[in-house]
């Protein structure tokens, strides 16, 4: 027992030994804020961002144990103005990004302390299997000078492999960190959650100061509209669900912007929601540069059951990849369990499209996704609740044949419906289109609202969607609620499904 315990104890500070240095070494190559970014841990108590020789380094206080060092690669960004305005954007919701880094920072310690275990196993795994009568032996060898050489060789190579002389990260770097007010001169009134940022003297240049204080102004503007926006919205009187009842929350064509997620997720839990779909073009041109909205988009709604397909502007199988790799179920042709135990299925949209107008299909055309829904739909043996697509007409096959409850959709930008369809088998089903969750006039919607911004939410109950509520941000930051509108199934719903009511 004692020889076990003197063993553990061992491991462990070699553990430790051997950690140390692995972690302080590592680094991690990620997307970031539209930047292909390494991420390194480094002592000191500082968040550290090299951004390249025409912008400052900022460095802001943490409260973790370790710092941690970004450094900002190629962006995709056509000026040093249009970058600033995003680092505005997103600065002003940056929970997807700081997330992003330290589940970045995790796994590099989870891997170097893995690493670490395994090594400081391999004296102790030695130990053992030469035994006792074989170490004795050993010893005197081990004491001569022959010995000594060759253990001296030995340690040579491990540290010839292992680099330890490599720099390591450290905060304290020789480098003169001035507070972001006194770099912009005093005169420009900063946020208070901007008072602890630093930046480095070695920028000087007074037309990149007046960039970053019309990036700090787009900043300020953007933070106090949308959080403004999500405490007002907490509070809304909105459709409370039943005992038996799922409410989720349906966004579709964000177009990056990450200042109404909050918006979203705020009107979701005033409805009780424990589920988001997205039905798509959560961002502009589906390119890497814009995870950034994925990640915000996926951390507003951390701890509910997320669902999704992709739009024509998401086109090229990134975001599909990326929102998988962050846990959403992104649905694929297969019938799955869904919303309060009902069952959902749903396709990428097969168009592509960039900032243009233009949509051009590529592979499998628009006619086949919708004939195929409609074929795994009708194929399932039991009724498919949901049917989750970016445009509604990918649906139509589907609601002809009676085949589905609830198609959910996006694309137009303009709230439609929901619209009963009456199929061909004599089952009710209904179509509705939300509008754009991100004030989306055109492809893109980074900072302020360009037109309404809409959130539906729909409850389920038994498995099967049984109402409706459309919440509509208005570009003047007012917030109007539809009325809450059950689905029938009757076999002759009513044709004009309650007043016009309020449309973008």
Known sequence: MVQAAVGLLAWLVLAALAFVPLFLHSERTILLVGHTARVSPMLGQH???????L??????????????????GASAAGSLAAQLQRYAVVAAAPEGQINLVHATLLEMAVSAAV?????????????VLLGERRRSELTPRALTPRGLAFGCLVGLVVVGLWQPWRPIGFSGQPQRWVSLADFLGGDVPLPGVLAEVEVSGGVDSRETARLIESAIDTYRSSHATYQTAAHRARVLTLHQPGPEETVAVLVSDRHDNIGMDQVHRALGEAAGATVVMTAGDDTSTGSQWEAFSLDSLSAAFDGFDKYGVTGNHDFGGFVTGYLTDEGWQMLDFEVIEGPGGGLILGADDPRSSGLGAWRDESGTSFSEVRSRLADVACASPRRVGTLLVHDAALGSDALARGCVDLVLAGHL????????????????GYRYTNGTSGGAAYAIALGKLRRDATTTLVTYRDGRPVGLQWVVMQTNGD??????????YSVAPPTPFGPAGYTE
């Open 47 to 53: 968040a550290v961002l090299t951004a390249g020789p």
């Open 55 to 72: 912008l400052p380094d900022v460095r802001i206080p943490v409260t973790a144990p370790v710092g941690v060092e970004v450094e900002l």
């Open 115 to 127: 690493r670490a275990g395994a090594l400081a196993s391999l004296p102790l795994l030695a130990w």
């Open 413 to 428: 930008h303009v709230r439609v419906g929901p619209t009963p369809v009456v199929g061909s088998n004599g089952e009710v």
């Open 479 to 488: 917030f109007v609620a539809g009325a809450y509108l059950p689905l029938t």
